[in-house]
Every structure is written in structure tokens, then in C-alpha cells.
């Protein structure tokens, strides 16, 4: 069976990588290793490997330093999340944000004080949008 083309979201382990070197910084293949929070612990070609696959899809830049490659974010966390929001939002819900909220109330996924910091940040967000016009 012919496999579908996966989006261009990032796997559990290509995430886990982004995350060290949002936190870090430039780094090594050897202090990306080193920071990562995996078990067992991943060989450091397979850390290698990640990191070339992430260049590949331009996720990280590399320059060389000395004899080892510094490798360092090409794209941000919010573009990450943005990305990954719009991709869960177009593929289960239709395209519909308010359908993935929805969701999130009926599973109740949202506590009341999270529901109360979220009615704030709309009233801000209205603020913000009648301030435009």
C-alpha cells in the first residue's frame, strides 16, 4: 500500500530536538545528546541523523566551527505551533477554530480558571480589534 506524503509537521523526536535548541541555543550534535530528555538515551548518530534530517527540511541551520557542525533553530516555537494548530484545526475540525474549542469544552479539557483566562484574553483581543478600526 502506497504511503500517504506526511505534512510538514515534525515527528515526537524531531520536536523533542527543536525543543533543546530553542532552550539552548546553538549547539553540537554532542549538546543536543546531552540535553536531551529521551529513554534510553539516544546514540549520538541517531542524534546525528535527526539533525541532518531537520536541515534537510530546513527546521535548522548549521555552520561549521572548528571540526563539528553548530546547529541552531531556522524556525521559531510560535511558528512551529502555529503550523501545527493550523494543521489540527484543518484536519480534525474541518477548519473550524471554533469546533476545536468546542471540543475542548465538551471533553473538558478547559478548567473554569482556564476558561476565565481565556474569556480575558478574547476581551482583550476585542479591545485590540475595535482600537483598529
Same mark, same amino acid.
Given at each position: 500500500m502506497?504511503?500517504?506524503k506526511?505534512?510538514? *509537521?515534525? %515527528?515526537? @523526536?524531531?520536536?523533542? +530536538?527543536?525543543?533543546?535548541?530553542?532552550? %539552548?541555543?546553538p549547539?553540537?550534535v554532542?549538546?543536543? *545528546?546531552?540535553r536531551?530528555? %529521551?529513554?534510553p538515551? @539516544?546514540?549520538?548518530t541517531t =542524534?546525528?541523523?535527526m539533525?541532518?534530517?531537520l536541515?534537510?527540511k530546513?527546521? =535548522?541551520?548549521?555552520?561549521?566551527?572548528?571540526?563539528?557542525?553548530?546547529y541552531?533553530?531556522? /524556525?521559531?516555537?510560535?511558528?512551529? /505551533?502555529?503550523?501545527?494548530?493550523?494543521? +489540527?484545526?484543518?484536519?480534525?475540525?474541518?477548519?473550524?477554530?471554533?469546533?476545536l474549542?468546542?471540543?475542548?469544552?465538551q %471533553?473538558?479539557?478547559?478548567?473554569?480558571?482556564?476558561?476565565e483566562?481565556?474569556?480575558?484574553?478574547?476581551?482583550?483581543a476585542? =479591545?485590540?480589534?475595535?482600537?483598529?478600526?
Open positions: 502506497a504511503r500517504k506526511k505534512s510538514g *509537521q515534525l %515527528t515526537p @523526536l524531531e520536536l523533542e +530536538i527543536m525543543k533543546v535548541l530553542w532552550e %539552548t541555543g549547539a553540537t554532542q549538546g543536543v *545528546q546531552g536531551l530528555r %529521551t529513554e538515551r @539516544l546514540a549520538y =542524534v546525528q541523523t539533525l541532518n534530517v536541515h534537510r530546513r527546521r =535548522v541551520r548549521r555552520a561549521l566551527k572548528d571540526r563539528a557542525y553548530l541552531r533553530p531556522a /524556525v521559531s516555537r510560535d511558528q512551529v /505551533v502555529s503550523s501545527a494548530m493550523k494543521d +489540527i484545526i484543518d484536519r480534525l475540525f474541518g477548519g473550524s477554530a471554533e469546533s474549542v468546542m471540543s475542548l469544552l %471533553t473538558q479539557h478547559l478548567t473554569p480558571a482556564r476558561l483566562e481565556l474569556r480575558r484574553h478574547l476581551e482583550r476585542e =479591545v485590540e480589534v475595535d482600537g483598529k478600526d
